[in-house]
């Protein structure tokens, strides 16, 4: 956890400690992760991987293959990325099993249905306990 | 039809020019939702293989007129902007955000049962044929990225090219606006 964090950029760091309790895991948006690789390998990217796309593992393989010319901060960043996508598929797919108790107590009668249940979750606040509830934001879906 | 669709572009590329502002990234992956939410009943006549034999027959003549084609303007659709490297298939790392957000929304509960085509767009510079080849290259190399880096499972994405063939500003087929990406939601996942 604490590598994870050390790679991300300075302004997303502070914006996640600011956001989280102690110890919490805190997840960040695909975009995010999106958006912190472009920044820190894009130039890297454009000088070593022209013409290679993000998909199949394209673009990290090239930049392992050039390591000792890519910039520290980008092997670091790339590597924190793909954990921190990871990280955030397993909070969405964690969701439901910690939440089926407080969605069993919470939801009776909802229609069936991932979108339905969260729905009401979300409304449910004064039932959701904090497990169900962090789930969910680790998610991103609040 | 057109002209709304086109604000929506618009929106959305001003919200992600806007970066660093959480408030508009949240906005903008709500905007695909919400938008790419909605269901459509004539999605589930959407025949992807007949689209693609519709374009490839008629290039340079366009596709907005053709039986298939004609019906995506009902369903519930976005248009952005992703950047390639000149004449590749590359995306360039300005836009790895924008496939962050897409990928932001389709693994959304309220997206998540739903299939979605991805159709690229060219501007009319160069030949009608080519553009259309490279424009499906483009769209498949989204949907590559979105099923393996951003794990959206590869059977709710079809690509597909529309080259030159559709452009969004007709009266200028050559401006850089015509080049987009569009995102629409084509029913439920059997």
Known sequence: MAKRLSVLSGTVLIAVLAQTGVGQTQTISYADAATLLAKECGADVKKFCKGLNLGNGRIKNCLEQHQAKVSPACTSTMAGVIASIQLRLAAQASVDKICARDAARACRGVVPGKAHILGCLLKATRIVGAKCSQAITDAGWR | ?190
């Open chain 2, 1 to 190: 039809m057109s002209i709304r669709r086109f604000r929506n572009t618009l929106a959305l590329t001003v919200l992600l020019a806007a970066a660093g502002n959480a408030g508009s990234q949240q906005l903008s992956e709500h905007q695909l939702v919400n938008t790419l939410g909605q269901v459509a009943e004539a999605a589930s006549a959407i025949d992807v293989a007949m689209l693609v034999q519709e374009v490839a027959s008629n290039p340079g003549k366009g596709v907005a007129g053709l039986p298939h084609w004609s019906q995506l303007a009902t369903l519930p659709q976005f248009f952005v902007e992703i950047n390639f490297e000149n004449n590749s298939v590359a995306i360039e790392p300005g836009s790895y955000r924008t496939l962050g957000l897409i990928a932001d929304a389709l693994h959304h509960p309220l997206l998540l049962r739903y299939k979605f085509l991805v159709v690229g767009h060219t501007n009319a510079t160069g030949d009608a044929k080519h553009n259309l080849k490279l424009s499906a290259r483009r769209a498949e190399a989204i949907a590559e990225a979105l099923s393996t880096t951003f794990s959206v499972a590869p059977n709710r994405l079809f690509a597909i090219g529309a080259g030159s063939e559709m452009p969004v500003d007709a009266a200028n087929p050559k401006a850089a606006d015509n080049r987009r990406v569009q995102l629409l939601n084509i029913g439920l996942v059997k």
